[in-house]
Structures are given as C-alpha cells and as structure tokens.
C-alpha cells in the first residue's frame, strides 16, 4: 500500500489531525508525523540548527520536536520506509484564506511537500466547524489527487466553512484589509506591550475567492503554486532593468575598489 503522510501546525495531539487520520486511514498506508506542539502562524520556519528527534507514539505516528516543514523534510526525504505518494496538512483548527496563507504553518507544510515534489493538500477547518466533516471533504479530494495527481508545482488549499457545506467551489485567494493596526496595552507595571492581530478581519472583492466562497458557506478550493513571481510588474517593470544597469556599472566603475586587484596575504616563511 502507498504511504500517505499526515502533518499539522496544531501539534500531534489535535483533535482536527485525529479526524484527518479517522478519515483518511483507508486511503493507504498513513503515517503521522506532526510538531510535539502547537506551531500555529510559524510559516515556512525550517530548523536548521538544533537536531530533530522523532518520539514514536505507536506504529505509525511520531511527534517532532520541530516545524510541519520540518516535518514533512523527514517524512518525504528517508525517515520513512517509503515516499510518500500524498502529504495532507491539518485540519486546522481556523480557517486558512487569502493573505493569510503566508503565515500559515498548515499550508507551509504542504508547500514543502510540493517542493519535494509530492502531491500535497492543506485541510482548515472555520472556527465552530465540525472536524467529522472537514475530514470527508478531506478524503474526498485527497481520493481526487491520488487518481487524477495535481498539475506542477500546484498545492491545494482547502477551507471548510463552519456550518454544513453547499457544496464546493473552485477559488482564489482573497485579499485581506488590516483595519486595526497594533493593540497597545500596559502591563501591572506601567510598561507598554503590543497585540498582532487584533480587530476584525474585513475582505476586499469576495467575488471569485476563498473567503466569499467560505462566507456563503461553501467548501472552497484554491490550487496554490510556489511562483511568487508577480508576471505582470515583470512586464510592467522591463524598463528598469537598462535605466539601474548604466547606474549600476556608473557606480562600479568610480568606487575605488573596483578595478582593484585583490590584496595578497603577506606569505610567512
Ligand atoms: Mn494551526
């Protein structure tokens, strides 16, 4: 049977991981290997400098003292018998939509498993949503991927609203205005400490997107790809490029250094 890795950014213990597991059991042979804890909002974080130890909790799943990346780094590149055919990342507990896909340690972890270049899904659960849900609408694309595979360097991202969906739409990403900037409080002492991401979070042109699709209650699917090239200021962009070389090379040509021959060390002996 092919391997099918389960990963998080809640941590291993989370009830939304358990019910992607519930749900996905008969789809292969499925491994866990989650962060011990909670790395919500961690990103794309790699641990670089710290080993990383797998705890087996029972057969096949593992705890990780490290990012979802970190962990799907294990699971695809030899820590287990085989590589894998599918990473899904979640459910998480929270809605992933729009610009906040960059914070997002669930869609990170798929994003990783893209790049090494296995078919990968992000599963999000909207607050008050149930997970039994969530995990058949997992299972149902997953089954998808498997058959049909996913077009390159494409991963999915799924949002599942809170109430029972209306079926599923195929989205894109949504654009988040940050209305509230930082939430300034004092501590007992009189100090000043800051809040992120305090106040409500309000949606620019729902038409077409994740999170309209999500607000009128739909299951939303947005394929994401790993290019954060911007095309159009690219071509918008063309004429900089002759304009910053001539200053450029200007500036490399009257810096003192420029020309200079590399100094020698002075030899001993
Ligand atoms: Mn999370």
Redesign the pocket.
């Known amino acids: 049977m092919s391997v099918v890795v389960l990963t998080?950014?809640?941590g291993v213990h989370?009830p939304g991981l358990a019910a992607l597991e519930k749900a996905l059991a008969e789809l292969g042979e499925v491994y866990v290997v989650a962060p011990e804890r909670?790395?919500?909002?961690c990103g794309h974080a790699l641990t670089l400098h710290r080993p990383l130890r797998p705890l087996r909790l029972s057969e096949r799943r593992f705890s990780v003292n490290g990012t979802p990346s970190d962990c799907v780094n294990l699971a695809v590149l030899g820590f287990l018998p085989e590589t894998p055919v599918l990473v899904v990342s979640g459910i998480?507990?929270?809605a992933n939509l729009g610009d906040d896909v960059t914070y997002?340690?669930?869609v990170a972890a798929a994003m990783e498993g893209t790049i090494l270049g296995v078919p990968s899904i992000a599963v999000?659960l909207v607050d008050g949503g149930d997970f039994e849900t969530a995990g058949r609408v997992a299972r149902l694309v997953a089954m998808r991927v498997l058959v049909g595979g996913l077009p390159g360097n494409t991963l999915l991202n799924v949002n599942v609203p809170s109430q029972p969906p209306r079926g599923l739409r195929m989205t894109r990403l949504g654009h988040r205005v940050y209305k509230e900037k930082i939430v300034e409080q004092a501590d007992p002492r009189g100090r000043s400490h800051y809040w992120l991401g305090g106040g409500e979070a309000r949606w620019d042109d729902l038409e077409g997107t994740d999170m309209g699709a999500v607000h009128d209650g739909y299951v939303s699917l947005t394929p994401l790809h790993l290019d954060l090239t911007n095309h159009r200021a690219l071509a918008q962009l063309g004429d900089w490029q002759g304009g910053l070389n001539a200053q450029l090379l200007n500036e490399t040509r009257r810096s003192p250094r420029a020309g200079a021959a590399p100094k020698r060390k002075p030899r001993s002996g």
């Open positions: 998080n950014d809640d989370a909670e790395q919500s909002a998480n507990h929270g997002s340690g669930t999000s």
